[in-house]
T-cell receptor, first 118, second 114 residues
Framework: AQSVSQHNHHVILSEAASLELGCNYS??????LFWYVQYPGQHLQLLLK??????LVKGIKGFEAEFIKSKFSFNLRKPSVQWSDTAEYFC????????????????FGKGTHLIIQP | ETGVTQSPTHLIKTRGQQVTLRCSSQ?????VSWYQQALGQGPQFIFQ???????GRGNFPPRFSGLQFPNYSSELNVNALELDDSALYLC?????????????FGEGSWLTVV
């Protein structure tokens, strides 16, 4: 079974700092990769996803992520964070075919709690 | 807004009782999945329904069961509640027919078992 590891459980940054959140997965085959964000009191929202093609994917709100197959990594980046980026960030993977997650659903990491100080 | 609505938003149950959580999928979505998110953890996949049939299941015991109705709304039932079942339960909907479609999550139902 696949698993996802997020390296930092808590990250505190100042506004305008650059952000990189690490995500590694374990699975030897083809994967689909996602980053979700959960703002306080709100639903999980998709930031970006990788299915195939260009390993550098751009998402909403200025976020991007790079899929490095040889490192089994899918790190999330943002060049300049804002106070409004304070949230919980989840990396997820599935090995199914199609957006429904296939028969195995999405496997999430434990999340990174990001706090941006004004 | 994701178009995925869940009810109730909060509820408290006693150990040993049964609970039913409900989910209304986004219009046109024929796939619904359920996740359990314990405090401080990422969501864990419970099961998935596609066109009213379960077509995938995570590592959850049989006392976790579900239904999907012809209008693609869904229920999650948990029998013989245990204290560890206290969590946020998330419903997600999607369309399996088109690759690249997004999975949309509801805001969840908070279950507390005492």
């Amino acid at each position: 079974a696949q698993s996802v590891s997020q390296h930092n459980h808590h990250v505190i940054l100042s506004e305008a700092a650059s952000l990189e959140l690490g995500c590694n997965y374990s699975y030897g085959g083809t994967v689909n990769l996602f980053w979700y964000v959960q703002y306080p009191g709100q639903h999980l929202q998709l930031l970006l996803k990788y299915f195939s093609g260009d390993p550098l994917v751009k998402g909403i709100k200025g976020f991007e992520a790079e899929f490095i197959k040889s490192k089994f990594s899918f790190n999330l980046r943002k060049p300049s964070v804002q106070w409004s980026d304070t949230a919980e960030y989840f990396c997820a993977v599935n090995v199914g075919v199609g957006p429904g997650g296939g028969a195995d659903g999405l496997t999430f990491g434990k999340g990174t709690h990001l706090i941006i100080q004004p | 807004e994701t178009g995925v609505t869940q009810s109730p938003t909060h509820l408290i149950k006693t150990r040993g009782q049964q609970v039913t959580l409900r989910c209304s999928s986004q219009s046109g979505h024929n796939t619904v999945s359920w996740y359990q998110q314990a405090l401080g953890q990422g969501p864990q996949f419970i099961f998935q329904y596609y066109r009213e049939e379960e077509n995938g299941r995570g590592n959850f015991p049989p006392r976790f069961s579900g239904l999907q109705f012809p209008n693609y709304s869904s229920e999650l039932n948990v029998n013989a509640l245990e204290l560890d079942d206290s969590a946020l339960y998330l419903c997600a909907s999607s369309t399996q027919s088109r690759p690249g479609n997004t999975i949309y999550f509801g805001e969840g139902s908070w279950l507390t078992v005492v």
